[in-house]
Nanobody
Framework: QVQLVESGGGLVQAGGSLRLSCAAS????????MGWFRQAPGKEREFVAA????????FYADSVKGRFTISRDNVKNTVYLQLNSLKPEDTDVYYC??????????????????WGQGTQVTVSS
C-alpha cells in the first residue's frame, strides 16, 4: 500500500509559479510511474503529467507542455510538479497518483491505483 500526500498549493497571480510536492509512505516510489492529475468542480479529473520510475521519461498534456515540469527524487520518496507561467484556467485541485508499469504515456485515471487527497491551486487574473 502506498500513501501519497500532496502539498505546495496556494493562491498565485497569473504568470506566477508554484511547486507542488507529493510525498509517499508505505512503500518506496522507485518502482512506480508517478502522475499528476487535476480536477475542477463538476468536471472530469484530467491528466497533467507523468514520469517513469527512473525519471528518464516524462509525458505532458498539451495544455501544460512547456510550462509545467514533473520530476522525482526516489531517495526522498517524493515527486514534484513545477508550475510556471500559470493561467487562471490552471485553477484546480491537483492530485498525485502512482501506478505500476513503465511508460508515463498512460493517461487514463483508471490505470492509477494510488491517489493523494489533493492540493488546491488558485490562479487569479
Amino acid at each position: 500500500q502506498v500513501q501519497l500526500v500532496e502539498s505546495g498549493g496556494g493562491l498565485v497571480q497569473a504568470g506566477g509559479s508554484l511547486r507542488l510536492s507529493c510525498a509517499a509512505s508505505g512503500r518506496t516510489l522507485s518502482s512506480y510511474v508517478m502522475g499528476w492529475f487535476r480536477q475542477a468542480p463538476g468536471k472530469e479529473r484530467e491528466f497533467v503529467a507523468a514520469i517513469s520510475w527512473s525519471g528518464s521519461s516524462t509525458f505532458y498534456a498539451d495544455s501544460v507542455k512547456g510550462r509545467f515540469t514533473i520530476s522525482r527524487d526516489n531517495v526522498k520518496n517524493t515527486v514534484y510538479l513545477q508550475l510556471n507561467s500559470l493561467k487562471p484556467e490552471d485553477t484546480d485541485v491537483y492530485y498525485c497518483a502512482a501506478r505500476t508499469g513503465y511508460s508515463p504515456q498512460v493517461t487514463g485515471r483508471s490505470a492509477y491505483a494510488y491517489w493523494g487527497q489533493g492540493t488546491q491551486v488558485t490562479v487569479s487574473s
